[in-house]
């Protein structure tokens, strides 16, 4: 079974970012750049599932900037078999991704594509659904647990007051949430190994994609400073405070 997963290069977690000054975007230029953690989540759960002999290969995908190859890199020292980056300077947004992806998946054939609930970014949470739509293939968002058995998967998610099970006949779209695993450390034989591993460049173009952005962004501001706080002198303050200024009690 072939298992594909998506990744996407982020923005680190740990960056704080800023607005540019037109309020056009946010600032990347110098900014640290990492894999989405969710995507991470996605490789090791992909890599798991090989190293228990359910998987034969895992492939990497990555659509954007040449950059990317870094990320796609890291996927294969995780435990990717091979990647391929679809190569682009237009801004993606999840729809074109998700045609792009559609277009890999007929190329590959793969059983399973596994992608990151969110990317991290853009916090759009649309790409694996529009994906599974593409195809008309079954999905399972917001994955915790994944089981492969009998040419179905079973997929527990967490809802609200608890979980959830669903089980899908392969082939099948899973989205990944932060408490499916924890991703293993990337060793450095493992980075040296991953650079001998093949990354396939292709373009939209070679894949018959329209990646053209169909929604603008209007303006991106930063969040209301917050005011600073103050200390009230007993609980009677407080609660005349909660009644009459900020008018919650
Ligand atoms: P989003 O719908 O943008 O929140 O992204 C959800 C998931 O889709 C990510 O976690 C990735 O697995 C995948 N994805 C989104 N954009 C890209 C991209 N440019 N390249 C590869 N995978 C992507």
């Known amino acids: 079974m072939k298992v594909l997963v998506p990744v996407k290069r982020v923005v680190d977690y740990n960056v704080k970012v800023r607005v540019k000054s037109d309020q056009s975007a946010v600032d990347i230029a110098n900014v640290k750049m990492s ?87 853009d916090d759009a949470n649309q790409t694996g659904q529009m994906l599974a739509a593409l195809l008309d293939w079954p999905q399972a968002t917001f994955a915790s647990k994944v089981e492969v058995a009998d040419g179905k998967v079973a997929v527990t998610r967490e809802v609200d007051g608890g979980f959830e099970t669903l089980s899908l006949k392969l082939p099948a779209i899973i989205t990944t949430d932060l408490r499916l695993n924890e991703p293993r450390y990337v060793t450095l034989p493992n980075i040296m190994k991953a650079k001998k591993k093949t990354l396939e460049v292709v373009t939209p173009e070679d894949l018959g994609v329209d990646v053209a952005p169909r929604l603008k962004t209007l303006k991106v501001a930063e969040p209301p400073a917050r005011s600073a706080g103050i200390i009230v002198p007993d609980v009677a303050a407080l609660v005349d405070k909660l009644k009459n200024e900020a008018k919650v009690v």
Not at 76 to 93: F, H, K, N, P, W
């Open 35 to 121: 894999m989405n953690p969710f995507d991470e989540i996605a490789i090791e759960e992909a890599t798991r599932l090989k190293e228990k002999g359910v998987a034969t290969e895992v492939i990497a995908v990555s659509c954007g900037v040449t950059q990317s190859q870094e990320t796609l890199r890291t996927a294969m020292a995780i435990g990717a078999d091979r990647a391929t980056l679809v190569q682009t300077d237009v801004e993606l947004q999840p729809l074109a991704v998700a045609k792009l992806l559609k277009a890999l998946v007929d190329k590959e054939q793969p059983e399973l594509v596994i992608l990151g609930k969110q990317a991290i970014d």
